[in-house]
């Protein structure tokens, strides 16, 4: 963009404006009807280039040309700009005469001046009557008065055809009255300088491209010196200025004013030289005017007539006319009264015109104007943030309130506000109290973007702060510690919180006493990121280790105890949970679809105050095998965790989008759900969720890339941390036994049972049936048929009770197993066909998938050719199965030659069904090109921006995911593709698109 800005300067192509030229240069012609012409145009717009090159046509033609330019100097300077004009002609020494005199000698009496007037204008005439000449005056709205009298008269004076020609060029809105009349009456050529079209801007721009074009001629809003300084800054500066001025567009004057979609963050002005470059285009402003400029500029880019007026401390009624006048002038537009800076720049240079001292006060006098006339904290705070810190001890506790207010959706903004806020409180020496309460707050901000090292350093103080102070740090501290796994400890301090409040807790108040309004500041069962929610804590850690009576007696209480949908939520959900956990599937299902109802109800910001339920949402959809719908909100709520700042949610819910993505239809995605969960986990210090995320990864690793690869994840796993509650060591130690047992890692069948906990007979389990099937495959190896026959009961009773399609499907495949080892082929291939429907019901399609390859092989076995079409038929829906899921090693291994005779063979000489894992002879991964597949729509996400040219790692940033997620769906669009490297992606997607 900056080579091609110089090439442009030094074509001189933008600058040409041929048709303003050619209407110039037809004021050359002997015969030429106008001898004067005017140029408009607001500052940087090119009126002084189009003069120079005008003037070198006129010398070509043989016209002499004589010049000036205006300056602030020459207001002072009688006849200044006249004289510097002709200075080389026989005129010079009348207007150096008239110039020179004294302010008392000069004449006072129009008679006297008329004739002075007339003498000049005579001299300067004649100077210029032989030979042609040509007389050019830049900017004249900055000529002295006696120059100005003389120019009307030269104007109107009738000459011959070779008389000299005027061209003179002002700012917008700025040329003095006489001369506009006369101009007017003289039938002067007008040449208002429009802003630079699509191609100029292209022509001005040659080597940028056309996103980069249309964002520098958005913000320079046609102006060439605008888009000339633009261009030059760097990519992040310009990309702040983008997101600071989202409306500016189109041409000035024909712009129509609307409401942002959300709020946007209020930048700090930094001075830069491009600002400092302009700043001369306000010379010449009276005092007022650049006061109420600098003051609208301190606001930001739209303001009202009331708002400035505040700032500028002057009458509303000169602050409306001093803002028209601006108007005029082009440095504002305006609609439904509101006033915008017409360029960025502009804004920046008019915000430096005083010092920081003016604009601190100017800032904390805004700050205080919009906390009487606006409900958004975000308006005002941020003009408080500015004025710090020469704040009053109020002052930080509005902006402490605000920055609470802001925690929910802007993290990294309530984190900015009270940490400076803090500092301002620490250097004045303020209220021990109020300088807890932004310890505490700043504590949860830095909680909530996952900031866990830097949260306890700020909290740890606060600790010795008695009260409700001491107790919010504690909380705080003890979900940390839950966060990064050490649940123990924060379970024994939340109780104890808990404990002590309840024996603090003041005397019930009146009937008819007012209740809290619904977000007041720390919520007593509110969650982060707007309260410390220690017995929604407690509930969780409950459930979670299995002390279902407990957490479901907390959560019905939270919930009874509840004043608005967003207290309401969290119990809800978790009662719902507790209701699952108990085997009671319809009271968790009826609990579900109320949570989802309170949640539909919920505003935007409501949703983002409440997102840490979004796990127990994506559990509970896991549990009731509603998959699609816990998919969908974990993709949101992680986008808009993501998007918003709420980092400490990220692991959990990369976490659960693996599980999900795993256990359905897409296992690209559950590799890079799992990938992002183990990084984010491992920056925030949360090793429990690195070791869960891990453990979901393994069986994508194990169906995708085979048994080599799922082998170095448990090699991966077994290096981590056990989780520290149960209900994770269970997922974590079910994965690891699935896979390791397609890895040839199978252990007795005792053991088996103890590690799936399948000796605990007492405690209801929604994946019961589950782990009944994977430990009757290992009894199975043994001949156990009697072991196997009671886990196949189990399986039934459980499955039958949860009412759940999967785990019935789970409970005919275990039947399938006992049914082989019975010699009864036949019947297990419609029990594995029946688990083929029950899974593929449910939305596990690779369970589906191997489900159907069992019945291919039970079908041989059953006396059929293995070659027959019942065999045949099964084998290819399986197949189909593992092709929709990515499960590319099955894929291969299946559907080898020669497969099922092979598995019918050895299912005769030993009446084992296999566990379906990856079969013997399985690759580690399709080859490369191995053909077209289904892309997910993250898949598709990611390969349309880098095909439009983004890095991965701007992929990344833009996604808010990792390098190293981006990279492995990436890897799985060009295996999908049948590519092999980004340059083929843009035509290879054309051709996914078109088949």
């Given at each position: 963009m900056?080579?091609?800005?110089?090439?442009?300067?030094?074509?001189?192509?933008?600058?040409?404006r041929e048709?303003a030229l050619r209407?110039?240069t037809?004021?050359l012609?002997?015969?030429?009807?106008?001898r004067?012409?005017?140029?408009e145009?607001?500052p940087?717009?090119?009126?002084?280039?189009?003069?120079?090159?005008?003037?070198?046509l006129?010398?070509?033609s043989?016209?002499?040309?004589?010049?000036?330019?205006?300056a602030?100097?020459?207001?002072?300077?009688?006849?200044?700009?006249?004289?510097?004009a002709?200075?080389?002609?026989?005129?010079?020494?009348?207007?150096?005469?008239?110039?020179a005199?004294?302010?008392d000698?000069?004449?006072?009496?129009?008679?006297?001046?008329?004739h002075?007037?007339?003498?000049v204008a005579?001299?300067?005439?004649a100077?210029?009557?032989a030979?042609?000449?040509?007389?050019?005056?830049?900017?004249?709205?900055?000529?002295d008065?006696?120059?100005l009298?003389v120019?009307?008269r030269?104007v109107?004076?009738?000459?011959?055809?070779?008389a000299p020609?005027?061209?003179?060029?002002?700012?917008q809105g700025?040329?003095p009255?006489?001369?506009?009349?006369?101009l007017s009456?003289?039938?002067?050529?007008?040449?208002p300088l429009?802003p630079?079209?699509e191609a100029?801007?292209a022509r001005m721009?040659?080597?940028?491209?056309?996103a980069?074009?249309?964002?520098?001629a958005r913000?320079?809003r046609?102006?060439?010196r605008?888009?000339?300084l633009?261009a030059?800054?760097p990519?992040?500066?310009?990309a702040?200025?983008a997101?600071?001025?989202?409306?500016?567009?189109?041409?000035?004057?024909?712009?129509?004013?609307?409401?942002?979609?959300?709020p946007?963050?209020?930048?700090?002005?930094?001075?830069?030289?491009?600002?400092t470059?302009?700043?001369?285009?306000?010379?010449?402003?009276?005092?007022?005017?650049?006061?109420?400029?600098a003051?609208a500029?301190?606001?930001?880019?739209?303001v009202?007539p009331?708002?400035?007026?505040?700032?500028?401390?002057?009458p509303?009624?000169?602050?409306?006319?001093e803002?028209?006048l601006l108007?005029?002038?082009?440095?504002?537009e305006v609609?439904d009264?509101?006033f915008?800076?017409?360029?960025?720049?502009?804004?920046?240079?008019?915000?430096?015109q005083?010092?920081?001292?003016?604009?601190?006060?100017?800032?904390?006098?805004?700050?205080?104007?919009?906390?009487?006339?606006?409900?958004?904290?975000?308006?005002?705070?941020a003009?408080?943030?500015?004025?710090?810190?020469?704040v009053?001890t109020?002052?930080?506790a509005?902006?402490?309130?605000?920055?609470?207010?802001?925690?929910?959706?802007?993290?990294?903004l309530?984190?900015?506000?009270?940490?400076?806020?803090?500092?301002?409180?620490?250097?004045?020496g303020?209220e021990?109290?109020?300088?807890?309460?932004?310890?505490?707050?700043?504590?949860?901000?830095?909680?909530?973007?996952g900031?866990?090292?830097?949260?306890?350093r700020?909290?740890?103080p606060?600790l010795?702060?008695?009260?409700?102070?001491?107790?919010?740090a504690?909380?705080?501290?003890?979900?940390?510690?839950?966060?990064?796994?050490?649940?123990d400890?924060?379970?024994?301090?939340?109780?104890?919180?808990?404990?002590?409040?309840?024996?603090?807790t003041p005397?019930?108040?009146?009937?008819?006493?007012?209740p809290?309004?619904?977000?007041?500041r720390?919520?007593p069962?509110?969650?982060?990121?707007?309260?410390d929610?220690a017995?929604?804590?407690?509930?969780?850690i409950?459930l979670?280790?299995?002390?279902?009576?407990?957490?479901?007696?907390?959560?019905e209480?939270?919930?009874?105890?509840?004043?608005?949908?967003?207290?309401?939520?969290?119990?809800t959900v978790?009662a719902?949970m507790?209701?699952?956990?108990?085997g009671?599937?319809?009271?968790?299902?009826?609990?579900?679809d109320?949570a989802a109802r309170?949640?539909?109800?919920?505003s935007?910001p409501?949703?983002?105050?409440t997102?840490?339920?979004?796990?127990?949402?994506?559990?509970?959809?896991?549990f009731l095998?509603?998959?699609?719908?816990?998919k969908?909100r974990?993709?949101?709520?992680?986008?808009a965790?993501?998007?918003?700042?709420?980092?400490?949610?990220l692991?959990?819910l990369?976490?659960?989008?693996?599980?999900?993505y795993g256990?359905t239809?897409?296992?690209?995605?559950?590799?890079a759900?799992?990938?992002t969960?183990?990084?984010v986990?491992?920056?925030?210090?949360?090793t429990?969720?690195v070791?869960?995320a891990?453990?979901f990864r393994l069986?994508?690793l194990?169906?995708?890339?085979g048994t080599?690869?799922?082998?170095a994840?448990l090699?991966l796993l077994?290096?981590?941390p056990?989780?520290?509650?149960a209900?994770?060591?269970?997922?974590?130690?079910?994965?690891?036994v699935?896979?390791g047992?397609?890895?040839?890692r199978?252990?007795?069948?005792?053991?088996?049972?103890?590690?799936?906990?399948?000796?605990?007979t007492?405690r209801?389990?929604?994946?019961l049936?589950?782990?009944c099937?994977?430990?009757?495959?290992?009894?199975?190896?043994?001949?156990?048929?009697?072991?196997?026959a009671?886990?196949v009961?189990?399986?039934?009773?459980?499955?039958?009770?949860l009412?759940?399609?999967?785990?019935?499907?789970?409970?005919?495949q275990?039947r399938?197993?006992?049914?082989?080892?019975?010699?009864?082929?036949?019947?297990a291939?419609?029990?594995c066909?029946a688990?083929a429907?029950?899974?593929?019901?449910?939305?596990q399609?690779?369970?589906?998938?191997?489900?159907?390859?069992l019945a291919?092989?039970?079908t041989g076995?059953?006396g059929?050719?293995?070659?027959?079409?019942?065999?045949?038929?099964?084998?290819?829906?399986?197949?189909?199965?593992?092709?929709k899921?990515?499960?590319r090693a099955?894929?291969?291994?299946?559907?080898?030659?020669?497969f099922l005779?092979r598995?019918a063979?050895?299912?005769?000489?030993?009446p084992?069904?296999?566990?379906?894992?990856?079969p013997?002879?399985?690759?580690?991964?399709?080859p490369?090109?191995?053909?077209?597949?289904?892309l997910?729509?993250r898949?598709r996400?990611?390969?349309?921006l880098?095909?439009?040219?983004?890095?991965n790692q701007?992929t990344a940033?833009?996604?808010?995911?990792?390098?190293?997620?981006?990279?492995?769906?990436l890897?799985?669009?060009?295996?999908?593709?049948?590519?092999r490297?980004?340059?083929a992606?843009?035509r290879a997607?054309?051709?996914?698109?078109?088949?």
């Amino acid at each position: 963009m900056q080579q091609g800005m110089r090439r442009a300067r030094q074509d001189g192509l933008f600058t040409s404006r041929e048709s303003a030229l050619r209407a110039l240069t037809a004021l050359l012609d002997d015969d030429a009807p106008r001898r004067v012409a005017v140029i408009e145009g607001p500052p940087g717009i090119g009126k002084s280039r189009l003069l120079r090159d005008w003037a070198r046509l006129a010398v070509a033609s043989g016209r002499e040309v004589h010049g000036a330019y205006g300056a602030l100097a020459y207001r002072t300077v009688p006849y200044g700009m006249l004289l510097d004009a002709v200075q080389e002609t026989g005129a010079a020494e009348v207007l150096a005469r008239a110039s020179a005199g004294r302010p008392d000698d000069r004449p006072d009496d129009g008679a006297t001046r008329h004739h002075a007037h007339l003498r000049v204008a005579k001299a300067v005439c004649a100077a210029l009557a032989a030979p042609k000449a040509a007389l050019v005056l830049d900017d004249v709205q900055w000529s002295d008065t006696e120059s100005l009298a003389v120019l009307e008269r030269l104007v109107r004076m009738p000459g011959p055809p070779e008389a000299p020609v005027f061209v003179l060029a002002y700012r917008q809105g700025e040329c003095p009255d006489g001369l506009a009349r006369t101009l007017s009456a003289a039938d002067a050529l007008h040449l208002p300088l429009p802003p630079l079209d699509e191609a100029e801007t292209a022509r001005m721009l040659p080597d940028a491209s056309s996103a980069d074009r249309a964002l520098l001629a958005r913000l320079s809003r046609g102006n060439p010196r605008h888009l000339r300084l633009l261009a030059g800054l760097p990519p992040d500066r310009l990309a702040e200025l983008a997101e600071s001025y989202p409306h500016h567009g189109g041409r000035p004057g024909a712009w129509e004013w609307s409401e942002p979609a959300r709020p946007v963050q209020r930048r700090t002005l930094r001075g830069t030289s491009e600002a400092t470059a302009i700043r001369w285009e306000f010379d010449g402003l009276p005092g007022p005017t650049l006061q109420v400029l600098a003051s609208a500029a301190v606001l930001g880019p739209e303001v009202t007539p009331r708002e400035v007026a505040a700032v500028a401390e002057l009458p509303p009624e000169d602050v409306t006319a001093e803002l028209d006048l601006l108007v005029q002038r082009g440095y504002l537009e305006v609609a439904d009264c509101r006033f915008r800076f017409v360029y960025p720049l502009g804004h920046l240079a008019a915000y430096r015109q005083y010092g920081p001292a003016w604009r601190a006060a100017a800032h904390r006098r805004a700050a205080a104007h919009l906390m009487r006339h606006s409900r958004e904290p975000a308006q005002w705070a941020a003009h408080l943030e500015q004025a710090l810190p020469e704040v009053e001890t109020q002052e930080l506790a509005q902006l402490a309130r605000a920055a609470v207010s802001a925690l929910p959706t802007t993290p990294e903004l309530s984190k900015r506000w009270l940490s400076k806020g803090l500092h301002a409180m620490k250097h004045q020496g303020g209220e021990l109290p109020l300088r807890d309460e932004l310890a505490i707050d700043l504590g949860r901000a830095l909680a909530v973007r996952g900031e866990f090292v830097d949260a306890r350093r700020v909290l740890r103080p606060a600790l010795a702060a008695s009260g409700a102070p001491g107790r919010q740090a504690q909380a705080l501290l003890a979900l940390m510690d839950r966060l990064q796994g050490r649940t123990d400890s924060a379970y024994e301090v939340l109780a104890d919180l808990t404990t002590d409040g309840e024996a603090e807790t003041p005397a019930p108040e009146a009937p008819d006493a007012v209740p809290p309004a619904p977000g007041d500041r720390h919520l007593p069962q509110a969650d982060l990121p707007h309260g410390d929610g220690a017995e929604l804590q407690l509930a969780r850690i409950e459930l979670m280790n299995g002390r279902v009576r407990e957490a479901a007696r907390r959560a019905e209480a939270l919930r009874a105890g509840a004043t608005d949908m967003e207290e309401s939520l969290g119990p809800t959900v978790l009662a719902a949970m507790c209701a699952l956990a108990g085997g009671d599937t319809d009271a968790a299902r009826r609990g579900v679809d109320d949570a989802a109802r309170l949640w539909e109800r919920l505003s935007g910001p409501g949703r983002l105050r409440t997102l840490s339920v979004v796990p127990e949402f994506g559990w509970a959809g896991f549990f009731l095998e509603r998959y699609g719908k816990a998919k969908r909100r974990l993709d949101t709520a992680a986008d808009a965790a993501g998007r918003h700042g709420q980092h400490y949610l990220l692991p959990h819910l990369h976490t659960l989008r693996a599980c999900l993505y795993g256990t359905t239809d897409d296992l690209a995605e559950a590799l890079a759900a799992a990938d992002t969960a183990m990084e984010v986990s491992a920056a925030s210090g949360s090793t429990e969720m690195v070791a869960l995320a891990a453990a979901f990864r393994l069986r994508p690793l194990l169906w995708s890339r085979g048994t080599e690869a799922a082998g170095a994840g448990l090699a991966l796993l077994r290096t981590l941390p056990e989780p520290p509650v149960a209900w994770w060591r269970a997922a974590l130690v079910y994965a690891e036994v699935e896979v390791g047992i397609a890895c040839g890692r199978r252990p007795a069948g005792a053991e088996t049972v103890r590690l799936l906990g399948l000796d605990d007979t007492a405690r209801p389990d929604p994946m019961l049936a589950y782990r009944c099937e994977l430990a009757a495959s290992v009894y199975a190896e043994e001949g156990d048929e009697e072991a196997v026959a009671a886990l196949v009961r189990r399986a039934r009773e459980s499955a039958d009770a949860l009412g759940l399609r999967g785990a019935r499907a789970a409970a005919d495949q275990a039947r399938a197993r006992l049914l082989v080892l019975r010699k009864d082929p036949a019947s297990a291939a419609e029990a594995c066909e029946a688990a083929a429907a029950g899974f593929e019901g449910a939305g596990q399609l690779v369970r589906a998938g191997q489900a159907r390859v069992l019945a291919a092989c039970c079908t041989g076995l059953a006396g059929r050719s293995a070659d027959g079409a019942g065999a045949a038929a099964s084998l290819a829906a399986g197949l189909a199965l593992f092709e929709k899921a990515g499960a590319r090693a099955l894929v291969e291994s299946a559907g080898a030659d020669g497969f099922l005779p092979r598995a019918a063979a050895a299912l005769r000489r030993r009446p084992v069904l296999p566990w379906p894992g990856v079969p013997e002879g399985a690759s580690e991964g399709a080859p490369e090109g191995s053909g077209p597949g289904r892309l997910s729509p993250r898949e598709r996400q990611i390969a349309d921006l880098v095909a439009n040219g983004l890095s991965n790692q701007a992929t990344a940033q833009r996604l808010f995911v990792s390098v190293r997620t981006v990279e492995t769906h990436l890897t799985s669009v060009y295996q999908k593709l049948g590519i092999r490297s980004r340059a083929a992606l843009a035509r290879a997607l054309d051709r996914y698109d078109g088949r």
